[in-house]
């Protein structure tokens, strides 16, 4: 058994370790696409791949002001992959562009997320006051980043259909 | 700041958080909608509606046996919707019996998950053995609990697209 002082770390290591896993395979599968490739709709009039995997990158991004590491390091992405529709009449970046942002933010993320304690972890993100916090301990930088390797899932899950069927990738 | 033997039990708070919200939505959404809805494709032949609940109803099932719970509740749902694909030639379960197969299972679950300490949740769970454990201690229950959490996220985006266009939900 781990000692208590232990657990709380071992913890984060596990999420850690789902959310790399995660991270690491989205840039695999969308950085393999070609820019036509990347023009697929996951489903008939619903976002394209491109758009998909923008939307991601621009969402991590957000974390940095969340956790309190700092502005976003891609603002622009905000209106190109969140804040506007796919195919909204905006240039948004090219796969080139979207590969070196996505690798950029999860570095830097990365970075920040090894160097944390438990107690690190479990201080508030900048989306919450302190009064608010008092009562509502959950809303702390932990949750924040659970949350966002559910929203990373969520889409890679829309953005496997794009694949050419593979019921092992789906499962 | 928490004390230091709070904070595993407020990061299992935080991933129950999650994993109960994910359950919440996944059952709202399905459990909405009639027999004719639920044959829906996610997807121009990929999986219906009626699989993909199936399917994650299926996986959490598995939990029972992987968290040293007893056995499935529905073995039954294994052929039907995990070693077998969508649209096997074998009976599958009504719109009524899925849901309350998911209810059954997802309740029992959550009573077990409650009353587990840290420590239990950091225990070994029984795809792995005392000694790979040893080496591996993030081989445990909680790992095992966030990767069906993220399991049920991935299936529920591939859901959503089966849904009139409404970009709030995808987001």
Same mark, same amino acid.
């Given at each position: 058994m781990q000692p208590v002082e232990g657990r709380g770390q071992l913890m984060i290591d596990t999420t850690l370790r789902s959310w790399k896993d995660n991270a690491n395979r989205i840039v695999k599968f969308f950085g393999a696409l070609s820019p036509e490739q990347l %023009?697929?709709?996951?489903? $008939? /009039?619903r976002n394209r791949l491109i758009y998909l995997w923008g939307h991601i990158a621009a969402v991590n991004d957000g974390l940095f002001p969340l956790l309190g590491l /700092? $502005?976003? +390091?891609?603002? %622009?992405m905000e209106a190109m992959f969140v804040t506007n529709p796919d195919r909204a009449p905006i240039t948004i970046y090219s796969a080139v562009e979207l590969k070196e942002a996505w690798n950029h933010i999860n570095e830097k993320l990365l970075v920040a997320f090894i160097g944390w304690s438990p107690a690190d972890w479990l201080a508030r993100h900048t989306a919450v006051s302190a009064e608010e916090f008092g009562r %509502? $301990? +959950?809303?702390?930088r932990y949750a924040a980043m659970l949350s966002r390797n559910m929203h990373m899932t969520y889409h890679f899950g829309q953005a496997?259909?794009?694949?050419?069927?593979? $019921?092992q990738a789906e499962g």
């Open positions: %023009e697929q709709e996951v489903a $008939p /009039g /700092g $502005p976003r +390091h891609y603002p %622009e %509502e $301990p +959950h809303r702390n496997i259909l794009a694949k050419p069927r593979d $019921p």
